[in-house]
């Protein structure tokens, strides 16, 4: 079949998709799992007296991929018009006809298409769950390291007080781990079977259709929702939800990474192979790639993440018009979360950081970001509000007139009595960055006490 | 001030938000929360010994809104371009001049207004909880009557087969429940303080910082967040996500009502008073009013928490590009999902049911929604592939000759010696809904045994 | 390469594409178009003596995707990292390398691709014209057969003064005119070529730039913009917005059919083959798979569509965060829109109109929609005021106790001395549709006029 | 009645609309539209006979807002839930009893709305013309004085090849004066009344309907459309999409200020008053609150067009669910767009430049963004491929051992014959931008020639 989304080409698809996932939702990978889906039901039915025990057995032992003819499968989809009879089709010619009649017995689409959708969001969540947790600790040891390097702290794109970038870094990690947290909190909600029958009731079921659909649950390593849900569809627009909030914060990473990587400030850089051609008119260039990337696919993300949202206000007992939506939109989600967390992870790993730019930059403004620190002085003897006052004039009149920040300050008549030029020059040289390394330790004993108890796949 | 936004005008107002949340935002309101706000920082400040006891006192008898002079301080916002400078204005003037300057003492905007975001989505979360319940409640009961009222079940638009009404109520409880269970998992997450000076690293407060937040959280009622997350948004993203699904759910229940009280199927309708004016050119019109508008708030609500969260990308310490979003969408997303609560509320217990139209309904279509039944008894005799081949065609030539279901499927030689006339008469009069009523139970004691356990308020 | 976007799936990639634009789309056919581009930038710049006539010629006769390996291709995109030096090495193995040394000459990534997305809006904006100029002759062919075909006119969902058929299909076709109308206006500014060179200026070009960029878009039949536009996305995000409302119009369609093809309602129906089979567990149904699908393609491309505009605040010369978003989205844009189109046209063709349903839904609801007729009676002898107020009461009471129109307004002594019997009988039998058909022969009327005048091709 | 929403409280509300457009929305200004467009409605009826004469001069003369007892129209509004009935009550209260008949006499709420939707788009399009033939200017104006101004080109946040200031103006100044052709095509889709009666028949005007409607938009300005559009909503969302591209130009331009005015770059600046205080606790800091604001402006308008988009697929004759979000999303479209077009305007007139950063900024890396033209010399020598190559090793190894660029080509043997060291002093002493300001020639050229013909007021 042709290909034609460029997110699949043989050319980009290493940038819209990690293996993993795209062998999860490629064809075979796809109808592999529904498969599994039709041969766990035909078990639970099998069990619950309402099928015979070798149509199960044989139905188990069809239920191959590699079995499918894969032609006649998609020409009996088209020629249908009805998504799942082409499979059912396929799999009546290889198995034997007493067996053939209770394949897919009494279910409907949606038990197929949303109990895959609760494996996807297994399979993702572990995905996430153990990359955000790779990437917490990459995050964590790199705070450490640079729990002290002094850097700019930056406002509306301005020098302001100096950080440390193990603050800076501590505030990932401190959001990575909440979505840690999400992922703990949504577990037993996004995780449930579907089996509805045609209406929602299990009409074709009889009485079992209750203990039918939790021993399919179980068989699939799901839980028993109780009650169908095939138009409520708050579960998966939840676990898109998180999925696009993660793929935010990444967003967020590439994005500070690509503005510090900027020559002007140079204070990050990613690690590029030597093989990488940054660009081909001017060969000096080598463009934060990998940074950039991660804030297109957020934006992606987050927009198919609140399709699956707007898609779901569905009517009465099954509503194509928003859930079809979904069979689009939930598997893009995934496939660039993933590739977005993948992304971040070797970032983060490869990142190199220039404490001396980073020096440097403060030096480079000419020391005015030290307003805070002589504000504090100040205040004591002359008052918050005039010592805020008659600092802003000074400091205005002083880069104007292209002094530096001691000049401007030491120059002007009331506020030099109130400050030691000594201290000036101790604090351009050690810039104080008050409490960022404390809030580095605070968010790296939380996380590692966390870590401590908590399991390495996503329980 | 002259009003500008059609939500705000004294004709509609009330159909976007209740009076409740117009006090919290109103300039009124959130200039209370904000005095209140640095009350507590003062105060917090005095404890630590960063400010006279004294000033702390001052400011907090001072913190009063009905003592500020607002057009001043509207003037002072204005001439000063700072989004808090004209509130510190107003206080100098009636604070004594060795308190003013202990005001807003080594603190930024985003402390106050991020502190204010935590304090809205306590007051927010407080009513979603409360109001979630109370529309459970409704729900549960009506479910509990209606446990085994046969209506048609409704796939694609188009008639399946029967459920009952409580089964599509206990749908919707269901999720309603789920988004109680949300509102619990997020707490810890939302009701954070924030308090980071600056940049984030509280430079101002030298090393006595941290026990500042903690006391000042404290006050307020507060978890203390450990870490600044000034630029670190998940936070207020997730809350107004989960704002946006309660208001989805809201508008599927809205949007069902809609649909079920057309003329045609009539099955549901809205209480209305006497003097409602449905139409004034067609008179005879009665609206539904309350369940269209459910629909309208939910598309407006998603639309807002999706820009919350797309404006979470944001730079360095501080990005106003996405922050200053914020200011606009979370109040929209909070006053409009509180009106949505407040009329659904209404809606579910002023909710009329017409269970002769469901019976009706069943009629109407003639009896071809048995053709589930008719298929579970001919797949014993036929196999399924072939009792479903020959019930469809059979039923489309039936529909096309203008037969019923039982002359359909009687006049039919292949069926008719595998299904017994009287079987389908009863059938037809007593509708088979399998297993609705079983799930009703389950939903309703899963809900209740939950529900006596938990607070009324939001612990 | 393994295809991972369920849209192209073997088994349902012809509901989410149409096979002219998936080849487009495709690995090779958009190689294909690159290399066109890549062959009249050679052109251009032989003409311009920037490079030998030789060379243009060599790279001409060798840009044919099927003389590339495919697999190396892919390879050295992946191992530079670079989105077009993948295929640049790829032609050097097959040109000369005299020749070789002129490809790509001067050029830059986004020359190529933005080239190839003017290509890509000449093709869609072609499909787009001449599916739409279909769907609207099929939809005024029907109009002007159904222009007096009595029915409910539907507001909020319930029953109001009658309409035709054709004046209802009369709105879709004038809306589907304005689409065509906008197709003509964005031509001249979305159909330019892209000749930009590293930063915009034309860098590597010396002075030759402009004449180069000239005749290059004059070669691939394109517009010459004037100014590089690599950071000015308003024309593509305009075309996707034009795309997303004709999706949305399709939606509506589709939205009206679905909720009219209620077996309620009846009014409507798709045309569906023997072979479909609408539901396997009940085989009496048939659901309008068309018309839901028209509703799904429209919400994601709304969403794609957005995604565009929100990616178009672009930094400095060239900004991948935002661009590179457009690469997955304009391409699903198009091939969503042109399924939404292909859907529609058949939808409509095979529309199957049940007049007998429309007069019958209107008696079914004991005539009130008569109450806009009554009240222009009333108010001539009682006031237009307490005209409304009788009936509003009459009407409401009269239904209440089961009455029909008549019997409601003829058992109400002050309304019925003003009104008269046959009269009422007579406009229940005959509904007055007032200008209901008037405005069906405007809006054909203006719609052939300007089809006579106007071209079958996108001029 | 109290303000709900900060856009338009004291303190804020300047930045969040423009008086001229928040006195249009204000709840006076709404009603001012709505009685006249109920006054031309009566005129239109008198001029067709429809209702007396007298009539419609006494609902002339009556139709002013001050003569309303608000209040009353507020509490019949909310009593009635009907959107207009107040309205109608609060003139029956002041017109003659015979006359107060005639008022809104067969018209229905989206009569109203809708015409007003027409008018809305009327005073927002010539506000939108106004501005942007302003800023156009400006921006004319800088391209011309910076025409030559070399500075550094950048691309994924690199520089690169050099341009001129002139240059990225000349991309603004063409992007908006697409958008004036916008404005100028959708004009006539856009400013259409609408008068479609209970369900777009006009069932109550008899046969006189289209006149009437002819007549009511004549005297309105506004176009006639000939067919009613109740649920056809492309009009609406088109205007916002054309508006919500504008505040992304005007975003565009604002980010491109906020990132070129970080300390690090310096290259422009916006103008603040001294009463501006950029930072209470860092004095010394100035933020670019303007160019900031525009960002923020323009992800929110961008959100509320696509809410519009998103409602638009409406049903039957009329659709609240839809509709209603109208009401709310068009008018801040409106609000916003104009807030941005002023800001923008200022910030443009207002914008501070140095030339002497831009220098200083190429200066700063070395020199090594002179690559491109490194490799046209190299290109002819060594053919294009050799010498990228040589180029990309010689300029990575410079970097990294801490050589500028000369002496990293210099250094090599291989390139250092193929280069004149004079030739590289001179290209790095004065940057070559190519084509840069001939694309400014053309831009203004174009931009003057079109201007010189066009109106001042959108026509």
Redesign the interface.
């Known amino acids: ?14 940038l ?2 990690t293996e993993e ?3 999860h ?3 075979e990978g ?1 109808l592999e799992s529904w498969l599994t889906i039709l041969a766990a039901l035909a078990e639970a039915q099998a069990a619950n007296a309402m099928i015979p025990a070798r149509a199960a057995a044989d139905i188990r032992s069809s239920a191959k991929v590699e079995l499918l003819d ?2 006649y ?2 020409d009996e ?10 499979l ?1 089709r396929a799999l ?1 010619q290889i198995l034997p ?1 007493d067996s ?3 394949v ?5 689409v949606q038990d197929v298409t949303d109990t895959w959708m609760a494996l996807t969001m297994k399979t993702m969540g572990g995905i996430a769950w153990r990359q955000l947790r790779s990437i917490e600790q990459s995050i964590l040891d790199l705070a450490t390291e640079h729990r002290n390097t002094a850097m700019a ?11 440390t970038f193990g ?2 870094l ?2 990932w990690a ?2 990575v781990r ?2 840690i ?2 992922l703990s ?2 577990r037993t ?1 996004w995780l449930v079977g579907q089996l509805a ?11 079992r ?2 203990a039918v659909r939790a021993d399919f649950c179980n068989l699939l390593g799901l839980f028993d929702p ?4 095939t ?2 569809r ?2 998966v ?2 676990f898109c ?1 998180v999925q ?2 993660i793929a ?2 990444m ?2 990473i590439g ?2 990474v ?2 510090l ?5 140079a204070e990050v850089g990613e690690t ?2 030597d ?15 990998g940074s ?2 991660l ?2 696919l ?3 993300v ?3 993440a ?2 699956v ?14 859930w ?2 979904e ?3 939930v ?2 989600v995934c ?1 660039l979360t993933s590739s977005s967390l993948r992304i971040a992870d070797e970032l983060i790993r490869g990142l190199t950081v220039d404490a001396g730019s980073m020096t440097q ?1 403060l030096a ?2 000419r020391g ?2 030290a ?3 002589a ?2 002085q100040l ?1 004591r003897d002359l ?3 005039r010592a ?1 006052q008659l ?2 004039e000074a ?2 009149q002083g ?1 104007t007139g292209g002094l530096d ?1 001691k000049e401007a300050t030491m120059s002007h008549p009331d506020l030099s009595k109130h400050l030691d030029a000594d201290k000036i020059d101790e604090v351009l040289r050690q810039p ?5 390394a ?2 580095v330790d ?2 790296v004993a ?1 996380s590692n006490s966390e870590r401590r108890e908590e399991a390495d796949q996503w329980p």
């Open positions: 079949m042709m290909m034609s989304r460029i997110a699949d080409s043989q050319m980009y698809a290493h819209w998709g996932l795209r062998s939702f490629s064809e796809r894969l032609e499968l998609a989809t088209k020629r249908s018009g009805h998504s799942m009879l082409g059912i009546e006809p053939a009649q209770f897919y017995y009494g279910a409907t702290g930056r406002t509306h794109g301005q020098i302001g007080s100096p950080i603050f800076k501590a505030s401190d959001e909440r979505h947290h999400r909190d949504g909600r029958g045609s209406v929602g009731t299990l009409g074709f079921f009889g009485r259709g209750p109780g009650m169908s849900w138009t409520s708050d579960r627009s939840e939800m696009a909030m935010t914060t967003a967020r994005d500070e690509y503005e990587a900027r020559p002007e400030l590029t192979s093989e990488t051609v940054g660009s081909i008119t001017m060969p000096h260039k080598q463009n934060p790639e950039e990337h804030v297109t957020g934006r992606i987050r927009s198919q609140s399709l949202l707007e898609s779901s206000v569905q009517s009465h007992e099954r509503d194509g018009r928003g079809k939506a069979w689009v939109a598997p893009e496939l930059n480079r403004t005015y970001w307003s805070e620190w504000l504090v205040s008052g918050k509000h805020q600092l802003q400091l205005k880069w920040f104080d960055t008050a409490s960022a404390l809030m605070v968010v939380r």
